[in-house]
């Protein structure tokens, strides 16, 4: 005549909801812990090559050439550039530059080389390339020339 009672079930998933919740708050505190952990620098031992001395560069002459080429040339040396003058056009021509072939300077990185261009002959379509796609660093010209 009676139905039989759901009470265990129902008491049994009641019991249920707080173990779910402090599980889930329990993973949230480790997630959480691990990814501060994640953010906070390695502790920095004091480089051991500080003192030793600047790798010296030599400017290269791209004086006369068509601005795509001396571009690249900068780029494949380890120097940086930027453009004064007509707008970085591949065919535009470097009428001089700054500083002077044959310059020797510290590399600082990628020294910026600072190219002042001439209209060439072919078209200047699209946008300017007016500085080295991966930046440049600060000249800083070597007192004297030291061995490679």
């Known amino acids: 005549m009676f139905e039989a009672s759901d009470a265990r079930t129902v ?30 620098p390695a502790a920095v031992k004091q480089a051991a090559h500080v003192n030793a001395p600047r790798k010296v560069m030599t400017v290269p002459d791209v004086r006369h050439q068509l601005f795509v080429f001396a571009s ?4 494949d040396s380890g120097f940086g550039w930027k453009v004064r003058g007509a707008g970085g056009f591949p065919s535009n021509v470097v009428v001089s530059q700054s500083p002077k072939p044959g310059t020797h300077v510290i590399d ?11 209209r060439g002959r072919g078209s200047q379509l699209g946008q300017p390339q007016n500085r080295s796609p991966y930046g440049a660093s600060l000249i800083r010209r070597a007192r004297r020339a030291a061995k490679k």
Request: cysteine-free; glycine content about 8%; charged content about 10%.
């Open 11 to 40: 008491s049994g998933r009641i019991l249920t909801l707080p173990r779910l919740t402090a599980v889930a708050a329990a993973g949230l505190l480790v997630s959480a812990t691990i990814s501060l952990a994640a953010d906070k």
């Open 72 to 75: 690249g040339m900068l780029e």
């Open 108 to 118: 600082t990185g990628s020294p910026a080389i600072t190219l002042m261009l001439a």
